[in-house]
């Protein structure tokens, strides 16, 4: 048993190992000086939690297009940033004129239509350019060397970012104001923002819906088979282009729907506002588990919360200046480590040849 286990460690594995004993111990050092300091009362660690919550959302919901698309083509779909750029962008310019002419500050329910709509603007936006990409870049590489769709993917990223810029510039847009959404709950003790609650209330609306939808729809069985082998599928009578392409569609409308949740939160839009939250969203995805539904959904919500807690609770304990500024920086050594040491995610599983 000794030289079994002698020859599946490498020295590679070990230096590894080594390293991540040493961020772990270096990780609960720091929360422990933090947390015995008492610097941060017990109402900030609540708000830092539902801040890595609201965002954790949103990655989940972009997460979700990368998964998709991952689960019935075994590739990642690089451009999936810029879908999730092109809705809010696009529903920019409905809700600025609804806010400008009064009609959303008027009363509670203009102000729920106003934003239905824009919502609806973006997620339809987003639709169709993910319908776009599939069949114009990416179905006529189906059966191409995977390295060729990932190329191809990267290419479609940067001719949608610069077609943005030319078309709309470099000007970053600031997203009108919505009177409802400002303030916070009334709760003592707590500055829970009414924009923060709406956004996670959204995105946990949207996720259960999308995966009541694939797990209990005829088409969302279809999904279900593509995803196990496309061949059989296709013997048992399912439409395997129809079903990719309703799969870039779902996909879409949730980058769509997450990018204004987004600018709600952050109120500005940009050409390449989608770059920091997709790759965020690909680490949620790979972290979850690339191809698990809910390993995206759980890998979003988990890095939100760590994004928000870690500067402030470990990297404060080392005295370092201005901690939440190394937010991004935490995120995508979560991504690193996850890729060293679990590559198959928290609820990912290990592909057999064929599929993989």
């Not at 919901?61 to 590739?75: C, E, F, K, N, S």
Request: overall charge positive; proline content about 4%.
């Amino acid at each position: 048993m000794l030289q079994r286990l002698t020859r599946q460690l490498s020295l590679t594995s070990v230096v590894m190992w080594v390293i991540g004993g040493v961020i772990l111990i270096a990780a609960v050092g720091g929360a422990v000086v933090t947390l015995a300091s008492g610097k941060y009362s017990g109402a900030t660690w609540v708000d830092l939690i539902v801040a890595g919550l609201t965002r954790g959302s949103i990655y989940a919901l972009i997460a979700l297009g990368y998964t998709l698309v991952y689960g019935v083509l075994r590739m990642i779909n690089f451009a999936h940033s810029e879908v999730f750029m092109s809705g809010p962008f696009i529903a920019y310019f409905v809700a600025t004129p609804l806010v400008q002419s009064g009609f959303m500050d008027r009363s509670p329910l203009n102000a729920v239509l106003g934003l239905s709509l824009s919502m609806l603007v973006a997620m339809a936006t987003s639709t169709i350019l993910a319908v776009l990409l599939e069949r114009i870049a990416y179905r006529p590489l189906r059966g191409a060397p995977r390295l060729v769709p990932l190329i191809t993917a990267i290419g479609a990223s940067f001719f949608l970012l610069y077609t943005f810029r030319g078309l709309f510039g470099t000007g970053v847009r600031p997203f009108p104001d919505v009177q409802i959404l400002k303030g916070n709950l009334p709760i003592p003790g707590l500055s829970i923002g009414v924009t923060q609650t709406v956004v996670i209330l959204a995105a946990v609306l949207m996720m259960s819906a999308l995966y009541s939808f694939v797990q209990f729809t005829k088409i969302g069985k279809a999904i279900r088979s593509v995803s196990e082998d496309k061949d059989t599928a296709r013997l048992m009578g399912v439409d395997v282009d129809r079903t990719i392409m309703i799969t870039f569609a779902v996909g879409g409308a949730m980058a769509g729907a997450a990018g204004v949740l987004y600018v709600l939160l952050f109120r500005q839009i940009h050409f390449s506002m989608g770059f920091v939250p997709g790759i965020k969203a690909f680490t949620a995805a790979v972290l979850g588990g690339i191809g698990n539904i809910p390993g995206a959904m759980v890998g979003g919500l988990f890095l939100g919360v760590v994004e928000a807690l870690f500067p402030n609770l470990v990297l404060d304990g080392f005295g370092i200046p201005a901690p939440y500024q190394l937010q991004d920086v935490v995120a995508f050594l979560m991504l690193v480590l996850v890729l060293i040491f679990r590559p198959t995610g928290i609820m990912g599983e290990r592909l057999a040849v064929k599929k993989a």
